[in-house]
């Protein structure tokens, strides 16, 4: 009988615990729709960095920081032409000089003004400072010389023809400079402020990021949501999950083996979009390796069927190219994009004439889990050799190892590797074929492609270095420097209340987010 | 007192020799530079980083400066954060304390009755079940036991959160995961150690003097089966604290486990060391409060 009594305490206990689990719940009201609700939830697959915009290096946290702090100009994701955004104008002085004038009105999420004086101490920051993750990209920049409080001019080492899409990336935002210098860095770090359309509320590390809209900004403050969660959700399951419930309005990085079921489920859909992320194969062009002989690579070029790994392993959502260079970057060449060459018949007799009739074997270096079905592609590219009789033996690796073989140059015949190209800028896709930056990994050279590159990268004739970019790329397709694979895709989850289409940047722009 | 005093004063031997056998792993694991510049960085970029961050100095002088900092409580600054490596581990601390309670208390709630019970009934068919079900519980994964808690409570019922740190709600999916796995190894434990101690004389002796068989079980023989179970829940408590990983990433539940992962993907040293001397103190004081509840429990047990 006690025994008895002993158990249905017991079982009470936990249904009591159950229970009030289920009540709090209900009361949370995390699952119901509120069309009226202004806020909007975002889960993100990764966790923000920092708040030092000029050093994290870090896509998903620039997609935050986008809607806190401002760039001087700002990149039109639909023409891909550059336009103001703190400055109201700005002129090219003479190949190492810019003027630029701030539009008036511009404030702080503390009620400053922003003046010439937070652009220099913002642009020399990472112009000088050698330890910050974005310096790279600013060194070109020399000193920013203020007129007067909205006027200034940007002195460059060298003409720079791509300084205006270099200060409308990541690492470039403007900070605030006499809040920074009246209360320290570790201060801002802590208590951020920008020029953003939403400001600071919390930031619970690995868990959320809350901005509220700012009321003075000085294009309006944001009519369709007042509050911005960013939730920290890194297990794909879990985030999908999230999304089917509606416990979060959007999630990113959705993975292709759930884009059936998010836009199947009743209350949302998947938003797709091309990013600038192009998966390549780099080959070794070294002494000794069957890939130093151009018909080799070309026969490896064209035994991979582009667009048969696009159909199936990414379920349609790629491009293949031959060009790293995408479309609204500039220089690109568009008869080399959405196009690519497959011939495996063609690719046998090539291979026979390099003197590999009988095929040969090598080594492919791949990550696994970093890019949309990097593992995935890497076999499919596998079985594509074989039918031309190429043994690819893959050797799958953690991150950190793979990008420590690279840069010690251990890498066998090949490498797997997405790039971005957030400049959007030929120069900086393109310099991956310069000849001195991978000496002992690569040792691919081109010496007319090596000439077009150092005209081109000073030349502040937008027309002619354009042609310059065009014709590089030309040569390298020509040449099959390395294999081009496809342009990845952005593919978010979004509930039915949401109008949302994914940009090419991987940005997310809230104002770009509204109710339908 | 004594005692206590002389057990906390070992911790500073075993934290540093814990400290430089980090330090050695994460210095072979090798260099965190690669990890923080974009993929297309130059063999440039990447030394004029490590210059910058002290990272091309020796091992004996890098081991150096860590060891002169982190005696003065400084544990260094974050790569990734930019931030004081020791305030980012802290700052932690409440939620993965919340979690591992939680998951004990339910562990400990389904072990006790199900331990006992299948002892006093040992070979029954409930003794049978609660075993199966022990080594079911036992095997399961956390991973896979997650997700299916989510699609089932959450997808599908829709009574719970999916995920998150927040109400007592957030809590419960989490902490369910965690506690079946050391339910499971609790029960078996209660059922052992009972089986043992219910075939003593003195149960005998308490039975034949006609004491209700409740109170013999709970008040004569279970608490004499308690201390391999103290042991065992301090234990779990410090691996729960130390080693959630899977749990948290799964729920995205903010504590130490997801952080201590992140930075060894990451490589960021300060966060290691500091994630690692944390736990290691709370393993040590969960050890000692063991060692002090053994004495309550058994007042013949010394502590020397």
Not at chain 1, 28 to 55: K, P, Y
Not at chain 1, 275 to 288: D, H, P, Y
Not at chain 2, 142 to 169: H, K, Q, T
Request: some cysteine; aromatic content about 10%; overall charge negative.
């Amino acid at each position: 009988m006690k025994r008895k009594r002993f158990w249905v305490i017991n079982v009470l206990l936990i249904a009591i615990v159950l229970l009030g689990g289920c009540k709090d719940e209900e009361s949370n009201g995390t699952n119901e729709v509120n069309e009226d609700n202004r806020t909007l939830t975002i889960a993100l697959g990764t966790d923000m960095v920092s708040f030092d915009v000029h050093n994290h290096n870090n896509t998903s946290t620039e997609a935050i920081h986008i809607n806190m702090f401002n760039y001087l100009v700002k990149r039109n994701n639909d023409t891909g032409e550059i336009e103001p955004d703190l400055a109201e104008n700005y002129e090219n002085v003479d190949d190492l000089t810019w003027e630029f004038k701030l539009k008036d009105g511009v404030t702080f999420h503390n009620g400053d003004a922003l003046t010439s004086a937070d652009v220099k101490y913002s642009l020399e920051r990472v112009a000088t400072d050698t330890t910050l993750l974005d310096h790279a990209n600013y060194k070109t920049i020399k000193e920013v010389e203020v007129i007067d409080d909205t006027t200034f001019r940007i002195h460059t080492h060298e003409p720079d023809p791509a300084l205006l899409n270099r200060i409308s990336r990541i690492g470039s935002s403007i900070l605030p400079a006499t809040y920074i210098e009246e209360n320290g860095f570790d201060h801002f770090l802590a208590n951020p402020i920008g020029t953003g359309a939403f400001e600071f509320v919390e930031w619970a590390r690995d868990d959320r990021i809350v901005l509220q809209a700012y009321a003075d900004y000085f294009d309006g403050k944001n009519e369709e949501w007042d509050e911005i969660v960013f939730r920290i959700i890194p297990e794909n399951s879990t985030r999908v999950s999230e999304l089917l419930t509606g416990g979060v309005d959007m999630a990113v990085n959705i993975p292709p083996s759930d884009w059936v079921r998010v836009n199947e489920n009743e209350g949302t859909y998947l938003a797709q979009g091309i990013s600038n992320r192009t998966l390549m194969i780099f080959l070794r062009s070294t002494e000794g390796y069957p890939t130093r002989d151009k018909k080799v690579r070309e026969a490896l070029d064209l035994a991979i069927d582009n667009q048969a790994i696009v159909d199936n392993i990414l379920g349609g959502a790629g491009t293949p190219t031959v060009t790293r260079v995408g479309p609204g970057d500039v220089g690109h060449a568009a008869h080399l994009y959405d196009t690519y060459n497959y011939n495996p018949e063609r690719a046998k007799e090539l291979l026979a004439e390099a003197g590999f009739k009988d095929g040969f074997e090598m080594t492919l270096h791949s990550p696994r889990g970093r890019y949309l079905q990097d593992a995935e592609i890497a076999e499919m590219v596998a079985g594509m050799f074989a039918e031309i009789g190429v043994t690819l033996n893959i050797e799958f690796m953690e991150w950190s190892n793979y990008l420590e073989l690279r840069n010690a140059g251990e890498n066998k015949d090949a490498y797997l590797l997405g790039l971005g190209n957030s400049m959007f800028d030929a120069a900086n896709a393109l310099d991956y074929y310069r000849a001195d930056r991978f000496i002992g990994q690569l040792d691919y050279r081109n010496d007319e492609v090596e000439e077009l590159l150092v005209a081109a990268e000073q030349n502040m004739d937008a027309e002619e270095r354009n042609e310059q970019y065009i014709k590089i790329q030309e040569l390298l397709a020509e040449d099959v420097a390395h294999l081009v694979l496809h342009q990845e895709s952005i593919n978010i989850g979004v509930v039915d209340r949401i109008d949302y289409t994914p940009t090419m940047d991987e940005m997310i722009y809230i104002d770009s987010i509204t109710k339908k | 007192m004594n005692y206590i005093v002389r057990r906390i004063l070992q911790i500073i031997p075993v934290l540093f020799i814990i400290s430089f056998i980090v330090f050695i792993l994460v210095f072979i694991a090798g260099d965190p530079v690669a990890l923080m510049l974009p993929d297309d960085a130059t063999q440039e970029e990447i030394e004029q980083l490590r210059e910058s961050l002290g990272l091309n100095e020796p091992f004996y002088a890098q081991y150096g400066n860590y060891v002169f900092s982190t005696v003065q409580g400084d544990f260094g600054e974050s790569f990734r954060y930019g931030q004081d490596a020791l305030s980012v581990v802290l700052e932690r601390l409440p939620a993965t304390f919340e979690l591992a309670i939680a998951a004990i208390v339910i562990a400990i709630m389904i072990a006790i009755p199900f331990g006992v019970w299948s002892a006093t009934k040992q070979n029954s068919s409930i003794d049978l079940i609660a075993t199966g079900a022990a080594v079911v519980g036992k095997a399961m994964p956390n991973f896979w036991l997650g997700i299916m808690l989510i699609l089932f409570f959450s997808v599908m019922l829709g009574v719970l959160p999916v995920s998150g740190r927040g109400s007592f709600a957030h809590l419960i999916l989490p902490a369910v995961t965690l506690g079946t796995g050391i339910a499971a190894e609790m029960t078996r434990l209660i059922r052992s150690s009972m089986l043992e101690i219910l075939n003593q004389d003195y149960i005998r002796t308490a039975k034949s003097k006609g004491i209700k068989s409740l109170q013999v079980i709970y008040k004569h023989a279970f608490r004499n089966a308690l201390i391999p179970f103290v042991t065992i829940t301090a234990l779990q408590t410090s691996t729960l604290i130390g080693g959630a990983l899977i749990t948290e990433t799964v729920f995205a539940w903010p504590g130490i486990g997801q952080l201590l992962i992140q930075a060894v993907n990451t490589r960021d040293m300060a966060i290691v060391q500091a994630c690692v001397m944390v736990i290691a103190v709370i393993v040590i004081l969960m050890n000692l409060l063991a060692d002090i509840i053994y004495r309550i429990l058994d007042p013949r047990i010394k502590l020397k």
